[in-house]
Structure formats: structure tokens, C-alpha cells
């Protein structure tokens, strides 16, 4: 087996993807980021929420927001539903593993919120419960998927934002999300500081 062969091989998969899809994602993208500021400035906050890689991306884009991305700035009200294990061991084990974000987003969530609903199959049944209770309180949703949307692309309202990755690799999907995440920090950054 040629390693180095492998790794320039995903490297150029990886690369190819995101130039490909660039100009698709860059109007949702563009889109979130507005959502997302104009929620913050109306003191609304973000829950962000995804299992697996998913919930290290979750934790991640709140680490980013509460802290800073690239620019300096007072801390942003962003929250993690992935990190507090008591909480979510406590919910899988009263009640059942679908529930971990959405009792979460029903006692925190508040209409002037937004979720950020991350999922590479578009179908985990936690982040598909999440997004019906961020709905039940009238807070907005940006919505991380892959492939084809899967069932967060069905039950998504018209005034939701979805940023779907048209492919059916989960390596690629994240590294799509984490760029995707990082694109929006810099425009959240952007618009609240006024950079051109």
C-alpha cells in the first residue's frame, strides 16, 4: 500500500468537493451567518447540538463564539447540548437517547433563539427531536446535513436554514461542516464589528 498516494488521494477528494460545491453552500452559509447575528444582537442565543463528530463540531462553533474566532470581541451567547454529561446520560437513562437535545432545547430554548442542528445523515433521531422542540417554542433553525437532507430536510419550516453537503461520505460531510462553521464564525464576526 502506497500511503502517500492515500493521503494526497483524500487530501484532493476533499479539496475537490469543497470547490465544487462552494457556490451552492455560500448563499445559505451567507444566510446563517445573518440569522445567526441578528439573534445575537436581539439577545437571543444559539444551542448547538449533533452526536459524534457531529457533537465535537457542536461544541467546537460554541468554543468559538464564546471565546473568539479570529478577531477581537466580547464573548457570544452560544451553548452546547453535547458536553454536560450528567445531563445526557440522566436523559438517556429516564427516558430514552432520542430525547438528550430536545428536553435540553425545551427547558433552555426560548423563541428568540436559534438551534444549530448538526447531523452528517440529516436522520439522527436526537438532532431530528431537537429540531421538533426548537419548533414548538418558535425558535429558528440552521440545519448541517449531508447527503440528500435525510428526515431534518422534511420536517425543516421555510423560514429554517439548511446547509446540506451533496455527498455520501462522512469524512467529507465534516470536513464540509467544520469549513462551513468556520465561514460562519468569521461572518458572525464580520457583521457585529462592521468589517468590510
Same mark, same amino acid.
Given at each position: 500500500m502506497n500511503l502517500i498516494q492515500r493521503i494526497t488521494s483524500t487530501f484532493t477528494e476533499s479539496a475537490n468537493l469543497?470547490?465544487?460545491?462552494?457556490?451552492?453552500?455560500a448563499t445559505p452559509i451567507a444566510a446563517a451567518a445573518e440569522r445567526m447575528q441578528q439573534c445575537l444582537m436581539e439577545d437571543g442565543k444559539i444551542l448547538s447540538c449533533g452526536n459524534g463528530g457531529s457533537a465535537a463540531d457542536a461544541q467546537h462553533f460554541a468554543a468559538e463564539l464564546l471565546n473568539r474566532f479570529e478577531m477581537e470581541r466580547p464573548g457570544l451567547a452560544a451553548f452546547c447540548l453535547t458536553c454536560d454529561s450528567s445531563t445526557l446520560t440522566a436523559i438517556a437513562n429516564?427516558?430514552?437517547?432520542?430525547?438528550?437535545? &430536545?428536553?435540553?432545547? /425545551?427547558?433552555?430554548?426560548?423563541?428568540?433563539?436559534?438551534?444549530? /442542528?448538526? &447531523?452528517? &445523515?440529516? &436522520?439522527?433521531r436526537s438532532v431530528v427531536e431537537a429540531v421538533s422542540a426548537a419548533h414548538d417554542l418558535?425558535? *429558528?433553525?440552521?440545519?448541517?446535513? *449531508?447527503h440528500s437532507g435525510g428526515v431534518i430536510s422534511e420536517i425543516l419550516q421555510p423560514e429554517d436554514i439548511h446547509i446540506c453537503v451533496p455527498s455520501s461520505s462522512t469524512a467529507r460531510i465534516q470536513e464540509v461542516h467544520i469549513l462551513a462553521l468556520h465561514c460562519l464564525c468569521d461572518a458572525i464576526d464580520c457583521l457585529l464589528l462592521g468589517v468590510e
Open positions: 469543497k470547490l465544487e460545491i462552494m457556490g451552492q453552500l429516564d427516558y430514552d437517547y432520542s430525547q438528550v437535545f &430536545s428536553k435540553q432545547v /425545551a427547558a433552555l430554548g426560548r423563541p428568540k433563539d436559534l438551534l444549530l /442542528a448538526i &447531523s452528517t &445523515s440529516g &436522520s439522527s418558535k425558535m *429558528g433553525v440552521v440545519a448541517l446535513t *449531508g
